[in-house]
T-cell receptor
Framework: GDSVTQMEGPVTLSEEAFLTINCTYT??????LFWYVQYPGEGLQLLLK?????DKGSNKGFEATYRKETTSFHLEKGSVQVSDSAVYFC??????????????FGKGTKLSVIP | NAGVTQTPKFQVLKTGQSMTLQCAQD?????MYWYRQDPGMGLRLIYY???????DKGEVPNGYNVSRLNKREFSLRLESAAPSQTSVYFC???????????????FGPGTRLTVT
């Protein structure tokens, strides 16, 4: 079945450091790929997405490129801020048997940014 | 727009008690989902509804039932709560059904449930 593997945390960085969170996936067909972010005490919200090979999703300084050849969708940010402290989830969207689409999530990576 | 709303925010149950978690969305979305989030496990799908009147099991449906009351509302019921159901529960919605995998899901704020 479909699966998503992302690097385990927690990750602790100093403000203005470079961030990479690795994500690889296994899927039949051609999934769409997502990064969601969860701030403390809140639900998940979409950070960025990509729908086809070589697409780059970007938002709030974060970027990720859909790499079909390596089945990867790594999240990067050039200079993190304290406000980026959160849990980040990589996910893929694939069709279910009931005519809808389901998200398959990685286990999440907790990021803490210290001043 | 309120987006996806969930009630209650917190709940403590004793083993064997029942309760219903409520979810509503005001975005006219067709698909709705229930997930549970446990430490180190990510989010796991419990049940989903691709459209009003239909529901299907996800990865971890045992011990739960759902009702798609109308297009807006999708409830999750625990008939006889167990400590293993202690978790944070999230409802989500998504526009469309099977026509486009790129549509994202929108999540509610969650219900933190403790079963003692």
């Amino acid at each position: 079945g479909d699966s998503v593997t992302q690097m385990e945390g927690p990750v602790t960085l100093s403000e203005e450091a470079f961030l990479t969170i690795n994500c690889t996936y296994t899927a039949t067909g051609y999934p769409s790929l997502f990064w969601y972010v969860q701030y403390p005490g809140e639900g998940l919200q979409l950070l960025l997405k990509a729908t086809k090979a070589d697409d780059k999703g970007s938002n709030k300084g974060f970027e990720a490129t859909y790499r079909k050849e390596t089945t990867s969708f790594h999240l990067e940010k050039g200079s993190v801020q304290v406000s980026d402290s959160a849990v980040y989830f990589c996910a893929l969207s694939a069709p279910s048997g009931a005519g809808s689409y389901q998200l398959t999530f990685g286990k999440g990576t907790k990021l803490s940014v210290i001043p | 727009n309120a987006g996806v709303t969930q009630t209650p925010k917190f709940q403590v149950l004793k083993t064997g008690q029942s309760m219903t978690l409520q979810c509503a969305q005001d975005m006219n979305h067709n698909s709705m989902y229930w997930y549970r989030q446990d430490p180190g496990m990510g989010l796991r799908l419990i049940y989903y509804s691709a459209s009003e009147g239909t529901t299907d099991k996800g990865e971890v449906p045992n011990g739960y039932n759902v009702s798609r009351l109308n297009k807006r509302e999708f409830s999750l019921r625990l008939e006889s709560a167990a400590p293993s159901q202690t978790s944070v529960y999230f409802c989500a919605s998504r526009r469309g059904r099977g026509e486009n995998p790129s549509y994202e899901q929108y999540f509610g704020p969650g219900t933190r449930l403790t079963v003692t």
